[in-house]
């Protein structure tokens, strides 16, 4: 009877559209839910408000045959689920300074995530993925490394872990040491 659903609640309050298989509807839609267009026909668009977790949708359909009884379909909005704790490896020291950047897992609802790194940071693999890796200059280098689930609905809160690198030791930033011979 109801082909499809998916739930979004965007900032862009993007409509979703449900199908019913035959005939016109008569829709009922949760509290905070707009029925866009289509009430009274076999598919509707509505427009679920930002922080809509869960309710129903329920359709009366009624064709040259007679009316059905009230269908109803839970409906639970698909946002992404924030990532777990940033473990961080540093790989190599000074003065090419390299770490690796992971979450245990992709969260809940999540296709995929969103990195960051702090200015002067080169982010050189793993956008997109569990596990970064990022290359930073001997310099001092302060700021966050940012990790953010994503699904084609929602973006989760921001997971966060903070860099505060000291400059690497002069040797070792190309600059040889000299000593006095005297």
């Not at 979703?16 to 016109?24: A, D, M, P, Q, R």
């Not at 990022?134 to 966050?144: E, K, R, W």
């Not at 809160?157 to 400059?167: A, C, D, G, M």
Request: glycine letters at 10%; one cysteine or more.
């Amino acid at each position: 009877f109801l082909l499809f659903i998916i739930v979004c609640t965007t900032s862009a309050q993007t409509p979703t559209t449900v199908i019913l298989t035959t005939g016109s509807g008569s829709w009922t839609v949760p509290q905070g839910v707009t029925i866009v267009s289509g009430q009274g026909t076999n598919a509707i668009a509505v427009r679920y408000p930002q922080g809509f977790t869960s309710g129903s949708l329920s359709v009366v359909a009624s064709n040259g045959c007679g009316t059905s009884n009230s269908r109803t379909l839970s409906v639970t909005a698909y946002n992404a689920a924030t990532p777990g704790q940033i473990d961080v490896i540093n790989i190599s020291g000074c003065p090419n300074r390299v770490y690796s950047y992971t979450i245990a897992s992709l969260p809940a609802n999540a296709t995929s995530l969103v990195w960051t790194v702090p200015a002067g940071a080169t982010l050189v693999s793993g956008q997109g993925t569990t596990s970064i890796t990022v290359a930073y200059p001997s310099g001092v280098v302060t700021g966050y490394v940012t990790v953010q689930a994503i699904n084609n609905c929602s973006s989760s809160s921001i997971r966060t872990s903070e860099v505060k690198l000291p400059p690497c030791p002069t040797g070792f930033a190309g600059n040889p040491i000299t000593r006095s011979t005297e």
